[in-house]
T-cell receptor
Framework: NAGVMQNPRHLVRRRGQEARLRCSPMKGHSHVYWYRQLPEEGLKFMVYLQKENIIDESGMPKERFSAEFPKEGPSILRIQQVVRGDSAAYFC????????????FGEGSRLTVL | GESVGLHLPTLSVQEGDNSIINCAYSNSASDYFIWYKQESGKGPQFIIDIRSNMDKRQGQRVTVLLNKTVKHLSLQIAATQPGDSAVYFCAEIYTGANSKLTFGKGITLSVRP
């Protein structure tokens, strides 16, 4: 039973480019959460999605950031026109229900903006 | 505002000793608490959880204690091993609608051989 899969594990972008981070939840999980982690800090909630729906995006910047979780395929976190401050580790987690039971995390995608 | 924080940024313990990692939370409505372990370069890994209707829960070598009166959570690791070296996060949530899991800043546990 594969865990939460994230790719790419490492991504380097120049300022102004776009970054796309993908997350495939665990089998049978329909709830996906994205968190951002800056160096030496905890994880900050960004967005919570269910299939085809954004449930809570209160932690996501209003501009340049978007997320989706289509009916088929992985969840995508998209960052347009990246800036150096976007450099961070982005973690995806999934669960069977809304925060019911264990929240399983992926290994993260580390974005570096030059 | 609501926050979850840890008392100490780093903890160094001798291999074989018991470790105690403390966490304070401020949202009295939180009813579910989780400890995560994060090794370098990896994602957070669930260790143990506890609901607010309990004050103690034991796992394998780990025990979580919850004191709702002072809003304090602790993680006890028995016979600490080198493999326990990692960053530990406490997280809290009120499991009602529109809630989110809130993480503390993390504490680094370093195990001396």
């Amino acid at each position: 039973n594969a865990g939460v899969m994230q790719n790419p594990r490492h991504l380097v972008r120049r300022r102004g480019q776009e970054a796309r981070l993908r997350c495939s939840p665990m089998k049978g999980h329909s709830h996906v959460y994205w968190y951002r982690q800056l160096p030496e800090e905890g994880l900050k909630f960004m967005v919570y999605l269910q299939k085809e729906n954004i449930i809570d995006e209160s932690g996501m910047p209003k501009e340049r950031f978007s997320a989706e979780f289509p009916k088929e395929g992985p969840s995508i976190l998209r960052i347009q026109q990246v800036v150096r401050g976007d450099s961070a580790a982005y973690f995806c987690a999934s669960s069977q229900g809304h925060y019911t039971g264990e929240l399983f995390f992926g290994e993260g995608s580390r974005l570096t903006v030059l | 505002g609501e926050s979850v924080g840890l008392h100490l940024p780093t903890l160094s313990v001798q291999e074989g000793d018991n470790s105690i990692i403390n966490c304070a939370y401020s949202n009295s409505a939180s009813d579910y608490f989780i400890w995560y372990k994060q090794e370098s370069g990896k994602g957070p890994q669930f260790i143990i959880d506890i609901r607010s209707n309990m004050d103690k829960r034991q796992g394998q070598r780990v025990t979580v204690l919850l004191n709702k009166t002072v809003k304090h959570l602790s993680l006890q690791i028995a016979a600490t091993q080198p493999g326990d070296s990692a960053v530990y996060f406490c997280a809290e949530i009120y499991t009602g609608a529109n809630s989110k899991l809130t993480f503390g800043k993390g504490i680094t546990l370093s195990v001396r051989p």
